[in-house]
């Protein structure tokens, strides 16, 4: 869903954009936010009032939280390496388990099942959370998103710009591309992408 307000974003500039996908942690800790609070709620339905399309679903307020975001994090980072003509299929289908069903995505069962619909073999659930390796690039990526300014998600980090972060019609993200190209900045590049 993100990936195709990327695509949509990026007609027009064939050749001249370049995306590159980096992992911004919601939850970085297990236990950082045990329920859906006020605070998530508002964005939540600020989000569906923004892109109805997208099919935001507003929980209850106390209702359980992920522990962790960490998992779909690896799972896509993984995914991204082995088979990234997947990647857009498999960041929607952790997108619609979170955003739409409400589904806890730091569990193996989901990730898995968000896998299979995308045409990702399950087993590479089991690899992506047994990787050490992800873990590193993680914290990593998150760390180099903060330093940029990024305090959410969706986001998109080009240099020499205030990052764009939240969920915003293509256009804004258009009119910074068309103005960091016609300002001679660096290849845009996506700075974070929503947490899946």
Do not use: C, N, W
């Amino acid at each position: 869903m993100a990936a195709g307000r990327r695509r949509e974003a990026a007609s027009g500039f064939a050749g001249r954009v370049r995306f590159d996908r980096r992992t911004f942690l919601l939850v970085p800790r297990k236990g950082d936010r045990e329920v859906y609070d006020d605070y998530i709620i508002s964005h939540r339905r600020a989000a569906a009032r923004a892109a109805p399309e997208l099919g935001f679903a507003i929980p209850e307020r106390g209702a359980p939280y992920p522990e962790s975001s960490l998992p779909a994090q690896f799972l896509a980072q993984r995914v991204g390496r082995t088979a990234p003509e997947r990647l857009e299929a498999l960041e929607d289908q952790i997108f619609r388990a979170f955003f739409s069903r409400l589904e806890d995505i730091s569990k193996r069962e989901v990730l898995e099942r968000a896998a299979a619909a995308a045409g990702v073999p399950p087993a590479e659930v089991g690899a992506a959370l047994s990787d050490p390796a992800e873990k590193e690039r993680a914290f990593r990526e998150h760390r180099e998103g903060h330093t940029g300014g990024i305090d959410g998600i969706p986001a998109l980090l080009i240099p020499g710009a205030r990052p764009i972060v939240g969920a915003v019609p293509a256009e804004v993200y258009r009119e910074a591309i068309a103005s960091a190209l016609k300002h001679g900045a660096a290849t845009p590049r996506a700075g974070a992408e929503r947490d899946s």
